[in-house]
């Protein structure tokens, strides 16, 4: 009875905007800030139920990550610090759009209901809350808190300005009884870090890498983040440029130098050759960089492909340094099954590279919530989106087995390869943020690999050489017209439709191509890739024509 009051109450104050169907999509949701207040009301509600249902500490980030800065959103993180689940997703949507406070409030009573979630008031519900640097980031908050604070016994905890994978490792730590603080963050990735750059060869440490990185922070919170925690980094050299002062994503961040290949503001010509990374709006995207010399702004891209490239070449190392020998014994020794998740759009050349590495890769749809569920299946599961959005997940099996490993090597054959080996694996998954992509800490993490290789970023970039790729985005009236199919790589509808790219593929040697609805955008994405810039361009713009 109260509850239904306080919650009737509270929805009166955010009506939602007349005329707009929000989704929860890819990654939460998504739209012109001016439209979300209710919806982030909304998510409260959802996020309170969340953590009554789990026992758990749920996570809300406010954020539209790489999108412009007029617009905002939201994204719930799960007890263990992933994504919502997706059986939350459709009473995400539902709630999201109820009309007025008494249809929102039969939606959640049903809900409750079905989920059984125990609603004596008595439990203890908490949320923890970050937001990024958007302007309309504050109110949103307030909303939120609001929607968290309309269910009774439930509270929010404002964590701040922090990056989206702050606060979803900030969850994951909360859950599993630690501190949840941004010092307690940047002290675990200082400490890992430290201790792989310590364990690099010797005959390495002199001749790699050692000039200074160049970041360019989106004008976004990783930006600033990053600026502030350089300084707890020794060993490694960084300029944040693009820290806040111009707009947010506007010619910077890794979405827009992923996308346009062309360096962000503030870099140019006089940057030429140096070692240089881009982050997105919420740092949870990453990729490098380097400015080719002699065109302006064009760039030598480095993209999460090649980034999910380094990796898995360093872990499978280490991995091949722990097993040497032990092969036939089998008694101490554990295959851990090292697996490679990446999307449609990856390259295919470096899809080709992986394969040839002999790892098992496997294909999902778009969006980290599927990659990351598949990656979770493997020892050692790394997984990223070829715009730069990806991290390495560690099963409890196997870090069991390598912490004690570890600890018998340190008895045994203390300063062995083996004993390194088993070290450096367990500062990477110290390091590399089990909850979520990071582009903090990938960003160190490819630093220190990069240093224990001795190699430049030109050496990494040759690993293999992109195919000549083109996306597109084509704005139609209804992108749910388009349905795909095999981790969106066949459109099953309209029908019709895949027949006629395909054709178009069939007059470009070694041409791929293939369209999706976005999932944050209101449009249709085309991606191509064949052997020339020119093909991939004809071919890209083809399939948009069949598509509009
Ligand atoms: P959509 O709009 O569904 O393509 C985009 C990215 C995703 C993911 C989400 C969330 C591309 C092609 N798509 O999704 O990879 O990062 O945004 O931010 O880059
Ligand atoms: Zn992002």
């Known amino acids: 009875e109260k509850q239904q009051s306080l919650l009737l109450e509270s929805a009166a104050r955010f009506p939602p905007p007349k005329g707009v169907r929000l989704s929860y999509g890819t990654a939460g949701f998504r739209a012109d800030a001016s439209l979300l207040e209710s919806t982030v009301f909304r998510v409260g509600i959802l996020a309170a139920l969340r953590s009554l249902k789990t026992g758990s500490v749920i996570g809300l980030m406010i954020t539209a990550s790489h999108n412009k800065v007029a617009d905002n959103g939201i994204k719930v993180a799960d007890p263990s610090g992933g994504m919502l689940t997706q059986d939350w997703e459709p009473f995400s949507d539902a709630i999201a759009n109820a009309p007025d406070p008494h249809s929102l409030l039969q939606l959640i009573t049903e809900f409750v209901k079905k989920e059984e979630i125990g609603f004596e008031g008595r439990q203890l519900a908490e949320v923890l809350l970050g937001r990024d640097t958007r302007p309309s980031g504050e109110a949103l908050l307030e909303a939120a808190k609001q929607g968290i604070t309309s269910i009774i016994g439930a509270i929010g905890t404002d964590m701040g300005v922090v990056t989206t994978p702050q606060l979803h490792w900030m969850v994951r730590a909360r859950n599993r009884g630690l501190e949840a603080s941004e010092s307690c963050y940047f002290h675990q990735l200082s400490t890992s870090f430290r201790c792989l750059m310590d364990l690099k060869p010797e005959e390495i440490s002199k001749n790699g890498n050692d000039a200074t990185l160049v970041v360019d922070g989106a004008d976004g919170v990783g930006g600033e983040k990053l600026e502030q925690f350089k300084k707890m980094l020794t060993g490694l050299c960084i300029e944040v440029r693009n820290r806040g002062d111009g707009i947010l994503n506007e010619g910077v961040g890794a979405d827009y130098v992923q996308k346009e290949k062309v360096a962000p503001r503030s870099f140019g010509s006089a940057d030429a050759g140096l070692r240089c990374a881009s982050l997105d709006g919420d740092a949870d995207r990453l ?257 948009a024509k069949l598509v509009d």
């Open 287 to 543: 990729v490098y960089f380097s400015v080719l010399s002699k065109k302006n702004n064009n760039i030598e891209l480095v993209d999460g492909d090649k980034i999910l490239s380094l990796f898995a070449l360093f872990i499978k190392e280490q991995l091949s340094i722990l097993n040497e020998g032990e092969g036939k014994k089998g008694n101490d020794s554990y295959q851990a099954r090292l697996g490679v998740v990446q999307t449609a759009y990856a390259n295919g050349a470096s899809t080709d590279y992986l394969n040839e590495m002999g790892l098992e890769v496997v294909l999902t749809p778009t969006g980290v919530k599927y990659l990351h569920e598949k990656a979770a299946e493997f020892d050692i599961g790394i997984y990223f989106e070829a715009n730069g959005h990806g991290t390495i997940l560690f099963s409890e099996a196997f870090l069991c087995w390598l912490e004690t490993s570890h600890k018998t090597l340190l008895s045994t054959s203390e300063g062995s390869a083996k004993q390194k080996a088993a070290s450096r694996l367990l500062a990477v998954s110290q390091l590399i943020n089990q909850a979520v992509g990071d582009a903090l800490s990938g960003l160190l993490l490819v630093e220190v690999i990069l240093k224990y290789m001795g190699w430049s970023i030109h050496r990494w970039n040759e690993l293999y050489h992109d195919l000549p790729s083109r996306q597109l985005k084509v704005k139609v009236v209804d992108r749910t017209a388009v349905l795909t199919a095999n981790a969106e790589t066949v459109a099953v509808q309209p029908i019709g439709i895949q027949e006629a790219i395909n054709a178009e593929i069939a007059k470009y040697p070694r041409g791929r191509c293939f369209i999706r609805p976005s999932g944050t955008e209101d449009v249709i994405r085309v991606y191509a890739e064949a052997t020339s810039q020119d093909a991939a361009d004809a071919l890209a713009s083809s399939v």
